[in-house]
């Protein structure tokens, strides 16, 4: 069965510098998500990204966060001038279309360690 | 924010017995619902969804029942196996919501033998 691939499994990055997460979409998706949980927190949204274009975003991807579509199979989310707050786990998901009714697959994850 | 609950944080529940696990939201606006499992280490794996023009999904073990006069939603495992020890979250979507899932924050559910 098709699956979303992250990498790494586990990043530590000090604090002040770049991280950029990556992951492979499922092949035939068009849309494709960011979502974080902090340890003992919801999971929680990032961003959606539809046609090489953020299709919504919450607050807390502020202008530190922003998401690429590099080449046809990878998805990147690049925090810069990280932040101990943004120790997570960060998941990727993906769907075959937007709107309702498109269930959402996910992948394991990256988790986040700001030094 | 707590548009997503879900009220029990655990469930115990014997080998073949019926799992019973539940979700309350506030947002009216939302009209599609999923349930998801997480293993320890891994992504949440989509399991079953319902939309709001429904009341009853089913899907082989996994039945989802939703009541929107309530605005409660639960997920029916039966029977339960072992192997279906795991987090449960529940998440919510609505339609123009730019596919921004909500979710509640998980029970973890242990089948015993």
């Known amino acids: 069965e098709p699956e979303v691939t992250q990498t790494p499994s586990h990043q530590v990055t000090q604090m002040g510098q770049e991280v950029i997460l990556r992951c492979v979409p499922i092949s035939n998706h068009l849309y494709f998500y960011w979502y974080r949980q902090i340890l003992g927190q919801k999971v929680e949204f990032l961003v959606s990204?539809?046609?090489?274009?953020?299709?919504?975003k919450s607050e807390i991807f502020d202008d530190q966060f922003s998401v690429e579509r590099p080449d046809g199979s990878n998805f990147t989310l690049k925090i810069r001038s990280t932040k101990l707050e943004d120790s997570a786990m960060y998941f990727c998901?993906?769907?075959?279309?937007?709107?309702?009714?498109?269930?959402?697959?996910f992948g394991d994850g990256t988790r986040l360690s700001i030094l | 924010d707590q548009q997503v609950k879900q009220n029990s944080p655990s469930l115990s529940v014997q080998e073949g017995r019926i799992s019973i696990l539940n979700c309350d939201y506030t947002?009216?606006?939302?009209?599609?619902f999923l349930w998801y499992k997480k293993y320890p280490a891994e992504g949440p794996t989509f399991l079953i969804s319902?939309?709001?023009?429904?009341d009853k999904n089913e899907d082989g073990r996994f039945t989802v029942f939703l009541n929107k006069s309530a605005k409660h939603l639960s997920l029916h495992i039966v029977p339960s196996q072992p192997g279906d020890s795991a987090v449960y979250f529940c998440a919510a979507d609505l339609t123009g919501g730019g596919n921004k899932l909500t979710f509640g924050t998980g029970t973890q559910l242990k089948v015993e033998l």
């Open positions: 990204f539809y046609n090489n274009e953020i299709s919504e």
């Open positions: 947002n009216s606006m939302f009209d599609y």
């Open positions: 998901a993906s769907s075959r279309q937007g709107g309702s009714n498109q269930p959402q697959h």
């Open positions: 319902i939309s709001s023009i429904k």
